[in-house]
């Protein structure tokens, strides 16, 4: 916003309270009109203007969806649609939507070759169970099955110590 300045010799203290009140008055007009701006940013628009914004981008809101997830699904349905069907896309997916890491396994040894692996925390599967039957849906390769590892992450403490084992090298002859 612009900061409104009068001429030097129109100073004076009312003359300071009709700067300051169009400063406010301008300051006013100027978020009006940038108010339609913002409603094309999926993360500060108001609810209304974010579900004709879903609705354009091919995204439905599933029973029970938090409002912040939501609008990341919004916000990145374009750039997730470009990433859908590859391994790579997949993972970046699922960074996206802070679903957080995910391992993927495809063209498993014994194993049809239709059948992809997911490994992920247990963690991740109880709290998305409907958000990754859509991702994979949406985004995952077509004519594919999918199965569901979970990986628990353990921590594991290891001692090490000194031995102070000896080594020798020895030659014998006939």
């Given at each position: 916003?612009?900061?409104?300045?009068?001429?030097?010799?129109?100073?004076?203290?009312?003359?300071?309270?009709?700067?300051?009140?169009?400063?406010?008055?301008?300051?006013?007009?100027?978020?009006?009109?940038?108010?339609?701006?913002?409603?094309?940013?999926?993360?500060?628009?108001?609810?209304?203007?974010?579900?004709?914004?879903?609705?354009q981008?091919?995204?439905e809101?599933f029973?029970?969806?938090?409002?912040?997830?939501?609008r990341?699904?919004?916000?990145y349905?374009?750039?997730?649609?470009?990433?859908?069907?590859r391994?790579?896309?997949?993972?970046?997916?699922?960074?996206?939507?802070?679903?957080?890491?995910?391992?993927i396994?495809?063209?498993?040894?014994?194993?049809?070759?239709?059948?992809?692996?997911?490994?992920?925390?247990?963690?991740?599967?109880?709290?998305?169970?409907?958000?990754?039957?859509?991702?994979?849906?949406?985004?995952?390769?077509i004519?594919?099955?999918?199965?569901?590892?979970?990986?628990?992450?353990?921590?594991v403490?290891?001692?090490?110590a000194?031995?102070?084992?000896?080594?020798?090298?020895?030659?014998?002859?006939?």
């Amino acid at each position: 916003m612009i900061d409104l300045k009068l001429p030097f010799w129109l100073s004076g203290p009312q003359l300071s309270k009709l700067r300051n009140a169009c400063q406010r008055f301008w300051e006013r007009v100027e978020e009006w009109l940038y108010w339609p701006v913002r409603q094309l940013d999926p993360e500060t628009c108001i609810p209304g203007a974010l579900d004709l914004l879903a609705w354009q981008r091919g995204v439905e809101r599933f029973e029970g969806e938090s409002m912040q997830l939501y609008r990341l699904r919004v916000k990145y349905a374009f750039v997730n649609a470009q990433d859908a069907g590859r391994t790579a896309g997949l993972k970046r997916i699922f960074e996206r939507l802070l679903i957080g890491y995910i391992e993927i396994e495809e063209r498993l040894p014994d194993r049809d070759w239709d059948v992809i692996k997911l490994h992920l925390t247990d963690s991740q599967l109880a709290e998305n169970p409907e958000l990754l039957q859509i991702i994979l849906s949406k985004y995952g390769r077509i004519c594919r099955r999918y199965e569901f590892e979970v990986l628990t992450p353990l921590q594991v403490q290891l001692r090490t110590a000194d031995c102070g084992h000896d080594n020798g090298y020895l030659v014998a002859s006939l």
